[in-house]
C-alpha cells in the first residue's frame, strides 16, 4: 500500500504559479510511475501529467503543456508539479496517483484545493 499526501494548493490570480508537492510512503518499490489528476466541480477528474520514477519520462494534458512541468525526487518519494500562467479554468482539486508496474493506477492522495481567480 502506497500513502500519498499533497500539499502546495491555494488561491492565485490569473497568471500567476503554484507549485504542488506529492509525498509518497509505504511499498514505493512497486510503483512506475506517479501522475497528477484534476477535478473540477461538476466535472470528471482528468489526467494533467505522469512521470515515470526510472528514467524521468514526462507526458501531459494538452491543457496544460508548456504552462505545467512535473518532476519527482525519487530520494524524497516526492513528485511536483510546477504550474505557471495560470488560468480560472485551472480551478479544481488536484490530487496525485501512483501507478503499478502493470500501469494501473493503485492509490490516490486526499487533494489540494487550487483556485485561480480573475
Known amino acids: 500500500q502506497v500513502r500519498l499526501v499533497e500539499s502546495g494548493g491555494g488561491v492565485v490570480q490569473t497568471g500567476g504559479s503554484l507549485k504542488l508537492s506529492c509525498a509518497a510512503s509505504g511499498r514505493t518499490d512497486s510503483t512506475r510511475a506517479m501522475d497528477w489528476w484534476r477535478q473540477a466541480p461538476g466535472k470528471e477528474r482528468e489526467f494533467i501529467a505522469a512521470v515515470t520514477l526510472k528514467g524521468g519520462s514526462t507526458s501531459y494534458a494538452d491543457s496544460v503543456r508548456g504552462r505545467f512541468a512535473i518532476s519527482r525526487d525519487n530520494a524524497k518519494n516526492t513528485v511536483y508539479l510546477q504550474m505557471h500562467n495560470l488560468k480560472p479554468e485551472d480551478t479544481a482539486v488536484y490530487y496525485c496517483?501512483?501507478?503499478?508496474?502493470?500501469?494501473?493506477?493503485?492509490?490516490w492522495g486526499q487533494g489540494t484545493q487550487v483556485t485561480v481567480s480573475s
Open positions: 496517483a501512483v501507478r503499478a508496474v502493470s500501469g494501473s493506477v493503485v492509490s
